[in-house]
């Protein structure tokens, strides 16, 4: 035994169970701070269009309405956001969305009251989302592929039922949801934050959240520690599904129609803010929390280009710039960290390594 | 244990023996099975409507799957790759109107147009290349950002206007026949297929694509260099939207700020239905053109049974699911098996345990 102080082995005593084991930090560790970065691009928007649109702010009620023509992405990002931690991806929530809305305007073109219309089209796109659920968990088709050929499906059925002429004119009792505010606040936005704070929990603090992070992780190992992988992917689903049909009743709403493809333009942001908010599209590695900042980051964004007077493509081309501007920077940013991380850790680990040779 | 293996490959051998082996191979060739149930279709639909045999009626189905076919070529070479390009379409139509400008107000010739669109599909494919062969940003991230981009760039470009006056000495060869029912471009189309299948099948570029999708890091350690051939992946898949955008015009003689945008999905859908899967190591070029011959015949046949068009999309999805739920190589593997596939290797096991 070559003659090393024991100072250093006690003071790597946390490691030293694992010295033989690999150096390097895992490979998807994941860089804090990302909150915070959106938190400062949020602040820097608001600023920024206050100071030189004068509509945007509008005495900060202004600020409050806008986010009214969000919250329907919001809320279906969120159920993405979910489907995406296990490692899935819903193509067809959008298509989904847009079937709810149809469904909600053509129950109240019936004659059907509000309830009865929101019931019916949660329902209906809670029922798609099982389907994708079933035929992903069950039969074991890979996600991308079973929603993109159910997004297909769902577009002709939201045509078909919508008919020649789309139902439009809603009571106002139902527009109130998408269009009004209690006090101050918009509902569609009261709506969003409960969604929000709900999917916060059931992810962040529930078995079935650390299902679905396990699953996204490690597929394999979820299935070894007996994880119900079956029963998390479908309930994921089927949770997607049902947001999806609450973004839709937001979109009818707020359009006060309800067009067949009413939802299909929220499918490319919903996605956008998901990947913008930090969530590793091959999934187990997300936080909630920072896809809800980054809704508002893409969202106060397009309405203040919008207001100045940009072209909606415009700000299609301006988001998919600062997607993929955000994520490079954020992964040149992660590998430089690890690799300075990693070289640390070997560092440290040197003397501990010669003792354990020894 | 070895009693388990014993009378698993007994069973295994059983089952060989039970089926008709010499026609098997034909089932598992995707592109002869699209093929026979294309037959199956236009026979069945020319039967019910003598019109669907036509020359015009099979060329001008012909001209429009050749459209897709450009596109679902080069999302094969992605997706053979292990990849994905959502943001071939937006290629397509930025050529389309890229080209289409240039004839309508310069009234450049078809070699040329055709020159041009390859290189402004390059050019756009080369986007895709560099944020997944050099920055390495997930594929689907990267090309659904230069979705967004070049979509939105389609709208910048033409400002308001679109091409609507292409020359009838372009147009033609899209609904010219050289034979009956067989349209110029698709004989322009076939050099093109056969040699991209030449390429995928025998040359060392083909290959290290099948190598990088079945497992990149077995490539990696066989020293094909993974990152670079993934690289040249998007450039192709680029350089075929591009010449998919010059068909368009050939096709429909005109293109708008709105071209291609929802044709993303169709590409990959037909690239599905002729073999392709998504998990990557398999597919071919022929798979894509067979599997866009028959997006086309089947919605044309749906369109002529007096099927709304409101179903055409329903149709690409079930026609997409059957393919998928036929092809057992794209059930997920490992951790995510199929509950049915699960429950058999059980009873195999139970079956194995017992004896």
């Known amino acids: 035994m070559t003659t090393t102080s024991p100072v250093p082995a006690a003071g790597a005593a946390p490691d030293s169970g694992a010295a033989s084991a690999t150096l390097a930090l895992p490979p998807r560790y994941r860089v804090p701070g990302w909150g915070v970065c959106l938190l400062v691009a949020i602040i820097g928007e608001l600023a920024y269009f206050t100071l030189t649109t004068r509509q945007f702010a509008g005495g900060g009620q202004g600020m409050l309405n806008l986010t009214e ?46 309830a009865a219309a929101i019931a019916a089209a949660v329902a209906v796109a809670t029922l798609v989302g099982l389907f994708n659920g079933v035929v992903v968990a069950l039969v074991g088709i890979d996600s991308l592929l079973v929603t993109l050929a159910t997004q297909f499906i769902i577009t002709s059925v939201a045509t078909s039922v919508a008919g020649a002429s789309p139902p439009f004119g809603f009571p106002s009792s139902f527009t109130l949801i998408g269009q009004s505010g209690l006090d101050y606040v918009p509902i569609a936005l009261l709506v969003f934050v409960v969604i929000a704070v709900a999917v916060i929990v059931v992810v962040g603090y529930t078995g079935l959240g650390r299902s679905l992070t396990l699953i996204g992780y490690n597929p394999k190992a979820a299935r070894y520690s007996g994880i119900a992988i079956r029963r998390s992917l479908t309930s994921v689903f089927t949770l997607c599904g049902a947001l999806s049909g609450v973004a839709g009743v937001l979109l009818a709403a707020y359009y006060n129609s309800a067009q067949p493809d009413i939802g299909t333009d929220l499918l490319l942001p919903g996605i956008t803010a998901v990947i913008l908010g930090g969530m590793d599209i091959f999934g187990g590695r997300g936080r909630i929390g920072e896809v809800v900042l980054a809704v508002f980051v893409l969202g106060y964004m397009s309405q203040g280009m919008l207001i ?12 998919g710039l600062v997607l993929i501007g955000a994520l ?15 070289a640390r850790m070997r560092r440290l ?10 | 244990m070895t009693t388990a293996g014993k009378v698993e490959t007994a069973a295994a051998a059983r089952r060989e023996l039970a089926r008709p082996a010499r026609w098997s191979w034909l089932l598992r060739r995707r592109e002869i099975l699209v093929t026979a149930v294309i037959v199956v279709v236009v026979a069945a639909s020319t039967a019910a409507h003598p019109y669907f045999w036509s020359s015009s009626n099979l060329a001008f189905i012909f001209a429009d799957s050749v459209v897709i076919a450009f596109l679902a070529l080069g999302e094969s070479f992605v997706m053979i790759g292990r990849g994905i390009d959502l943001s071939v379409g937006a290629i397509m139509g930025l050529s389309a ?7 309508q107000n310069d009234g450049i010739s078809l070699p040329t147009a055709v020159l041009l669109g390859a290189g402004v599909g390059i050019v756009l494919g080369l986007g895709n290349a560099i944020l997944v062969g050099v920055v390495r940003l997930p594929p689907i991230i990267a090309t659904l950002g230069t979705l967004s981009v070049y979509s939105g760039l389609e709208f910048v470009i033409t400002n308001g206007n679109q091409v609507d006056t292409i020359p009838n000495s372009i147009t033609d060869l899209g609904s010219d026949t050289v034979l009956p029912g067989i349209p110029v471009i698709l004989l322009l189309t076939l050099p093109i297929v056969i040699i991209s299948a030449w390429v995928l099948r025998y040359t060392t570029f083909g290959r290290s694509i099948y190598a990088v999708g079945d497992d990149a890091e077995a490539a990696y350690r066989a020293g ?11 450039l192709v898949s680029g350089l075929f939207a591009g010449l998919g955008g010059v068909a368009y015009l050939i096709y ?30 398999v597919g071919g070029a022929f798979g894509a053109l067979v599997g866009s011959v028959f997006l086309t015949v089947t919605l044309t046949a749906m369109s002529f049974a007096h099927v709304s068009d409101v179903w055409q999309p329903a149709g690409v999805g079930v026609l997409v699911l059957l393919a998928v739920v036929y092809d057992s190589r794209s059930r997920a593997n490992g951790g995510r098996r199929g509950a049915w596939r699960l429950r058999r290797q059980r009873a195999r096991a139970r079956a194995g345990g017992a004896r």
């Open chain 2, 252 to 281: 429909t003689s005109g293109a708008s700020s709105t071209t291609g945008i929802n044709d993303n999905l169709t590409a990959i859908a037909a690239a599905i239905i002729g073999g392709t899967a998504l998990t990557g190591g």
């Open chain 2, 224 to 234: 094909i260099p993974v990152q670079r051939v993934l690289f040249s992946t998007y």
């Open chain 1, 308 to 319: 100045e007077g940009d072209s909606s493509l415009s700000i299609t081309m301006i988001t």
């Open chain 1, 328 to 342: 490079v920077v954020k992964f040149a940013f992660e590998r430089n960290f690890r690799q300075r991380m990693n």
């Open chain 1, 69 to 114: 023509q969000f919250a329907p992405t919001g809320v279906l990002a969120l159920g993405l956001a979910m489907v995406i931690l296990t490692g899935n991806i819903d193509l067809s929530c959008a298509a989904n969305a847009s079937l709810a809305a149809v469904i909600a305007g053509t129950v109240l073109d019936k004659g059907g009251g509000p």
């Open chain 1, 349 to 358: 680990r040197t003397p501990l390594h010669r003792d354990a040779d020894g």
């Open chain 2, 97 to 103: 109107i890229f080209v289409g400008f240039r004839i």
